[in-house]
């Protein structure tokens, strides 16, 4: 979209697209903000600045959270998903014996001239209910496939609706300087051992700098800011993640993404027939 | 920011490792609570603890870089900011001073000088007193430093909007804050 500059006579405090934006992502210092956003710009730089000790109090319970949840949590994770297919095939093979019981009831769908996939499903649902299905004439198996493997919808997931998740546009950079400095000078205690070389991008680097006052001083900058015994550890080796990791879905959207494939009837109003149709032929 | 080690971080932390996710926490827990200051001032510290709980619940699910992880964070943090909304009676509000920084930097001073004076707590106290909107959206941005689409997905409106709501907010805070020289029209 063509820019023009703000018009002055019409609002001196409108700002362009660019402009809000860098205003927002502090790349905009005081100093460099347009003509009345010195004062918004300071404070959106305090807003942003390093966390104080009175912020940063809670961790001990923080941790505490993590230590109760975590055991128990693993436990139960396997469980549900083994009861939802269960669900879902009998509401399959109930649906499809409607138009059976229209023709005569259960017992003579499980026995008559019903095509081989009702009759399977009619023998199930007897078995489940507890009557013994009757053995059909001349004991054929049933060749075709149930209602309920047929109709039996994938049991994959669709991927999560990855709503908050990657807008084509957005570059959350997370750019408020303040908070993420502990990250910058990771980054480059972390390129100056050149071990893993995590090294910082110029614009990050030259961040640093204006930070530190001085390229040379960013080294011990990043020593004061680092809290004592915090420096990264290039070479520890993260704990295997959870056997049971269900590994699905994309964390972006919900708060509580949700777990299992969702449970659905499937196609479960197809079995139904007009009475008097005649069924199709096997 | 966590940065290039982050997907190891992620890893260890949603195995259990009280290291990894104590940084986790250490990047994430002042910006919670300065969006809570903001919008729930009242309430700051237990909806931020609330919103860890979800994180714990959740994070052994989670799937992608570190901008949606914070992402993620801030859609549960939001969620509680709802519940609680639903819950309260009514707005808190007698938490906020009434003139925020004003009351701080001597009026008399240059604008260079008096931006000394700013405090972390004062600035958010300035912001919460603009509409709602525009100062979720502005914290949203700038404290929880989410990009336009990643927030306009959080509140549950159009970039579009959220740019809109950005901008009205920061416009006013200048007519607030603004040097003589440039005043908007009042």
Known sequence: ?282 | MIGPEFEDVLRAAAGGDEEAFGRLWRDLQPRLLRYFRVVSPAVAEDLASETWLGVIRGINRFRGNEPAFRAWVFTIARHELLDWRRRAARRATEDLPANGLLEQAAPDDPAASALEYLSTQAALAEVATLPPDQAEAIVLRVVAGLGVDRVAAIMDKRPGTVRVLTHRGLRRLAERLGSDQIRGVV
Do not use: H, W
């Open chain 1, 1 to 282: 979209m063509p820019r023009s500059p703000a018009n002055p006579d019409a609002d001196p405090l409108a700002l362009d697209d660019e402009t809000l934006e860098r205003l927002l992502t502090g790349e905009l210092s005081p100093a460099q903000a347009p003509p009345g956003y010195a004062e918004v710009a300071a404070l959106l730089a305090a807003t942003a600045a390093p966390p104080t000790p009175d912020e940063l109090a809670g961790q001990a319970a923080a941790l505490a959270e993590l230590r109760a949840a975590t055991r128990p949590r693993r436990a139960v994770v396997g469980f549900r998903r083994a009861a939802a297919p269960r669900r879902r095939r009998v509401g399959l093979v109930a649906a499809a014996l409607v138009g059976a019981l229209a023709m005569g009831g259960v017992a003579a769908a499980a026995t008559g001239n019903v095509p081989a996939p009702l009759r399977d499903a009619a023998r199930s649902i007897m078995a489940t209910v507890g009557g013994a299905a009757p053995a059909p004439p001349g004991s054929r198996t049933a060749p075709g496939p149930t209602p309920a493997s047929a109709g039996q919808a994938p049991g994959s997931t669709g991927p999560g609706t990855g709503a908050a998740g990657s807008g084509p546009g957005s570059t959350a950079a997370g750019t408020a300087p303040g908070l993420d400095n502990e990250g910058l000078c990771k980054a480059y205690l972390a390129g100056q051992g050149a071990e893993q070389g995590a090294k910082l991008d110029a614009t990050a680097f030259q961040a640093l700098a204006e930070l530190a006052g001085g390229r040379d001083k960013i080294a011990s900058y990043c020593e004061r800011l680092l809290p004592g015994g915090d420096k990264p550890k290039k070479d520890k080796k993260p704990p295997p993640p959870p056997p049971d990791d269900p590994g699905q879905g994309q964390g972006g959207a919900a708060g509580q993404p949700q777990e299992g494939p969702p449970v659905t009837t499937g196609a479960g109003g197809q079995g139904q027939r007009a009475p008097g149709a005649s069924p199709p032929g096997r």
